[in-house]
T-cell receptor, first 116, second 108 residues
Framework: DGGITQSPKYLFRKEGQNVTLSCEQN?????MYWYRQDPGQGLRLIYY???????QKGDIAEGYSVSREKKESFPLTVTSAQKNPTAFYLC???????????????FGPGTRLTVT | EDQVTQSPEALRLQEGESSSLNCSYT??????LFWYRQDPGKGPEFLFT???AGEEKEKERLKATLTKKESFLHITAPKPEDSATYLC?????????FGTGTLLAVQP
């Protein structure tokens, strides 16, 4: 079955530690995204990538970093510089990322990160 | 500023009681309007894409429509398994802009 996997489902970290969230897709999609979801707020875009070895900051990139070394993988690192890291993190992918047209994005199951 | 607003925030229906969810958008050069369903603790599940005013799409008890300013998700004769949060998103340059969702509860 094609889809997006995220691991782990739950993650607990102490404040001051960096943590990396995994995202893998086997949909052969070019574009991948990271969002965070907080209660009462819409999904907010952290980073996105149109192709391998290229990625762009989204609306709330501060305190986060990403890499795109393979088409299938787009890991997100939450650094100690992120002031409020506790949230539900969602990875998504889409066929392409075009300027004139948006394609539907397919989401993974999410990772709930708790930092204390 | 691009924005997507959903109403109501929460909706409680009796099984079989049809209703509509609203999504108003102000997205410059809208590049598509998307509807998702999200169950608690899970990722959003894609439902529909609408690209042009007047376009309609249906899936089981759900029908999505689009005008130049808003989109509606019509739910006909809902069942308890339709209970979820429904998210609307507008396609902007290089991203989707999400609303905060409508939490739908369908009681048997």
């Amino acid at each position: 079955d094609g889809g997006i996997t995220q691991s782990p489902k739950y993650l607990f970290r102490k404040e001051g530690q960096n943590v990396t969230l995994s995202c893998e897709q086997n949909l052969n999609h070019d574009a991948m995204y990271w969002y965070r979801q907080d209660p009462g707020q819409g999904l907010r875009l952290i980073y996105y990538s149109q192709i391998v070895n290229d990625f762009q900051k989204g609306d709330i990139a501060e305190g986060y970093s990403v890499s795109r070394e393979k088409k299938e993988s787009f890991p997100l690192t939450v650094t100690s510089a992120q002031k409020n890291p506790t949230a539900f993190y969602l990875c998504a992918s889409s066929l392409q990322l075009l300027a004139e047209l948006s394609y539907e994005q397919y989401f993974g199951p999410g990772t709930r990160l708790t930092v204390t | 500023e691009d924005q997507v607003t959903q109403s109501p925030e929460a909706l409680r229906l009796q099984e079989g009681e049809s209703s509509s969810l609203n999504c108003s958008y102000t997205v410059s050069g809208l590049r598509g309007l998307f509807w998702y369903r999200q169950d608690p603790g899970k990722g959003p599940e894609f439902l529909f894409t609408l690209y042009s005013a007047g376009e309609e799409k249906e899936k089981e008890r759900l029908k999505a429509t689009l005008t130049k300013k808003e989109s509606f998700l019509h739910i006909t004769a809902p069942k308890p398994e339709d209970s979820a949060t429904y998210l609307c998103a507008g396609g902007a340059t290089n991203k989707l802009i999400f609303g905060t969702g409508t939490l739908l509860a369908v009681q048997p």
